[in-house]
């Protein structure tokens, strides 16, 4: 008996095409931070072309034979922007609204975040147009598959790294792992990162982003001659990033004088007890802060978290949460990004107008990507760290980049956002001229 | 697939009667709710019944729970649409720093709901409509899975138009790259 097929392509739903602008301006935003670093640099011309377009993007088709038996085929990108420094490294995403501007973004943000913590990597993204919800574990799983063999063409552990993004998790980095094994026919391990530790994975990673957060708020305190033990933070967002800066930070001395969640926030002048706020939030069966109480604690809800009396804010919530309304309002003389675009441009220039040091999110959550980079040199010696040796070089590379960036802000005189920027572009460009141009 | 009820599975108590909103029918779309979301995670998650369902939330397997939240998400944000004619859209989104970091978290059983509603505007009805349909899901869902001490399963924002295009608090998240939210309902 003949069997129907039945092919159904998933089409881009019209809500979505208002977003692409959007993605259109993204795209060009990106272009124009780079025109403006590119001038500031006074780059050449001819290397300041190469870095405005991706040097390679791939778009495929990747159909699946769902659970009910009929087949959707959706569509999948890997935009790579740069391999000028190393490899090509970035996250892929699964996405209904993923697209080839917000991709090609993407990847021309990963190439700056690399070059900024001085990690031998250049910057590419990849992502598949689904809505991962509506599909099954297996449909899952057959998917990422197919995408990982349309894409296998160009990615490799010397070509380009893939890793977990916005709705992909260690479970797809295994099955990517197991899809280029299998195709290959040999173990290969370090074709992605973020895997589960049993396949590969590096320990450390968990706290990797905040822990960079908090090493990068304790460099900073020593540039501002303020010791741990006289700083008052405040931390906005106690997720994975915000509740690990804020548990480092504590330890190290830092009095952490207000933490909030998205049920509302904790305040208290003299210090909150985070070993006691950490307890609750293990215990809560939503991992929350609500319902914490001891002697002398507040509450008090993120917009008052924001302008509380301290010397270091931390937003690592969400973004735009520091915006041109309340930036005058914010008492910080010191903000260190958690979050990625936790400041609205406009906010940022207020900011700067007032004084406050803003350490970018560029640098300051860079701590997932190198301890990625620690995965990928594991895997590729096939020997593996004890979590104290990732945490130490995490320190080392946090520390020296930090550094770094502050001392070319200082020499030329611009705020820590544009000198990261700058020192990242003038790291791509100087690797592109010292390779010449093939042939 | 076993189709029960989830008014036999638990003893759903009443919404607190202090409360400053009640809608006519709170429980019953609360157990609506839990049913067709339930139904959903177990297509999804591949398991046989509601009640295998059930048993996997109780003992915290991360992927189930994952399902069951798309799918709350799903019917919560259908029965608010339907409720109340403001609203224009309704989002689920992962909630932390970066979203290369949500996946390094807590476990997804650890996770509330997390909802942005697009209304025309911000109404002290759209607000009392969403904390009494939370306050109904939590008691339905604290008996189901055996947590007791749950207070919240909903992390609903509103916003309106002004907030959407000036690109401000979540209204910012909707054209956002970096947690970006997916939509679960329109109108």
Not at chain 1, 277 to 300: D, F, S, W
Not at chain 1, 352 to 372: F, M, Q, W
Not at chain 2, 130 to 144: G, M, S, W
Request: glycine letters at 8%; aromatic letters at 6%; proline letters at 4%.
């Amino acid at each position: 008996m003949e069997r129907q097929i039945d092919v159904r392509t998933k089409q881009v739903s019209p809500a979505f095409v208002v977003r692409d602008t959007a993605d259109q301006d993204l795209w060009a935003t990106v272009l124009n931070q780079l025109d403006d670093v590119a001038e500031n640099l006074q780059l050449d011309s001819g290397i300041h072309a190469i870095l405005r377009q991706p040097e390679r993007e791939l778009t495929v088709s990747v159909p699946v034979v769902m659970d009910d038996g009929h087949i959707e085929v959706f569509t999948g990108y890997r935009i790579q922007h740069s391999s000028a420094r190393g490899p090509c490294k970035g996250g892929i995403r699964y996405h209904p609204a993923v697209n080839l501007n917000e991709v090609r973004a993407l990847a021309a943000l990963m190439t700056w975040k690399c070059a900024v913590v001085n990690i031998p990597y250049g910057g590419a993204k990849g992502g598949v147009q689904c809505e991962p919800g509506e599909l099954s574990q297996d449909e899952l799983c057959r998917m990422t598959r197919r995408f990982t063999a349309m894409i296998m063409p160009i990615i490799g552990s010397r070509r380009d790294i893939p890793a977990p993004d916005v709705n992909t998790n260690p479970q797809v980095m295994a099955w990517i792992t197991d899809t280029v094994s299998m195709l290959e026919r040999k173990t290969v391990i370090d074709i992605v990162t973020g895997k589960p530790i049993p396949l590969g994975g590096s320990k450390g990673r968990t706290e990797a982003t905040g822990r960079g957060v908090a090493i990068t708020t304790l460099e900073l305190l020593k540039r501002q001659g303020i010791a741990p033990n006289d700083a008052r933070v405040a931390v906005q967002g106690y997720g994975n990033v915000g509740s690990h800066a804020a548990t480092i930070l504590n330890g190290m001395g830092c009095q952490i004088v207000a933490v909030s969640d998205v049920t509302g926030g904790l305040y208290k002048g003299d210090g909150l007890d985070i070993s006691g706020i950490n307890k609750h939030v293990t215990a809560h069966p939503k991992g929350l802060l609500e319902g914490y109480g001891a002697p002398g604690v507040e509450q008090i809800d993120n917009d008052e978290l924001l302008t509380s009396d301290v010397d270091v804010l931390i937003p690592a919530a969400l973004e735009h949460q520091i915006r041109a309304d309340n930036a005058d309002d914010i008492r910080a003389s010191m903000i260190v990004e958690g979050a990625n675009g936790p400041t609205t441009r406009e906010a940022d220039s207020i900011l700067g107008e007032r004084g406050v040091v803003v350490v970018p999110d560029i640098l300051a959550n860079a701590g997932g990507v190198v301890v990625s980079y620690f995965e990928w040199v594991q895997d590729l010696q096939c020997y593996f760290w004890d979590e104290k040796e990732v945490n130490d070089n995490l320190k080392r590379i946090m520390v020296r980049s930090f550094k770094e960036v502050w001392d070319f802000s200082q020499e030329k005189d611009v705020p820590l956002r544009l000198g990261a920027y700058m020192l990242a572009v003038d790291r791509v460009a100087n690797a592109v001229k010292s390779r010449g141009v093939f042939p | 697939m076993s189709k029960v009820s989830t008014k036999e599975r638990t003893k759903t108590t009443a919404v607190d009667t202090a409360a400053p909103f009640r809608w006519p029918d709170a429980n019953s779309t609360a157990e609506l709710v839990l049913d067709e979301g339930l139904a959903f995670c177990a297509r999804k998650a591949g398991l046989d019944s509601v009640e295998s369902v059930i048993e996997s939330l109780r003992q915290g397997e991360s992927t189930v729970h994952q399902y069951c939240r798309y799918g709350l998400a799903k019917k919560v944000a259908e029965s608010i649409g339907q409720l109340d004619e403001n609203v224009k859209s309704v989002y689920t989104l992962d909630y932390d720093a970066t979203p290369q970091d949500r996946c390094f978290g807590a476990d997804d059983q650890a996770s509330l709901i997390h909802l942005i509603v697009w209304a025309g505007r911000k109404t002290d009805a759209l607000d009392a409509l969403v904390k009494a349909l939370d306050r109904a899901l939590v008691q339905a869902y604290a008996e189901l899975v055996n947590v007791p001490q749950l207070t919240h399963l909903l992390d609903v924002q509103i916003v309106d138009d002004a907030d959407v295009e000036g690109r401000r608090g979540y209204g910012a998240l909707l054209s956002s790259i970096h947690n970006r939210p997916i939509k679960v309902w329109a109108r």
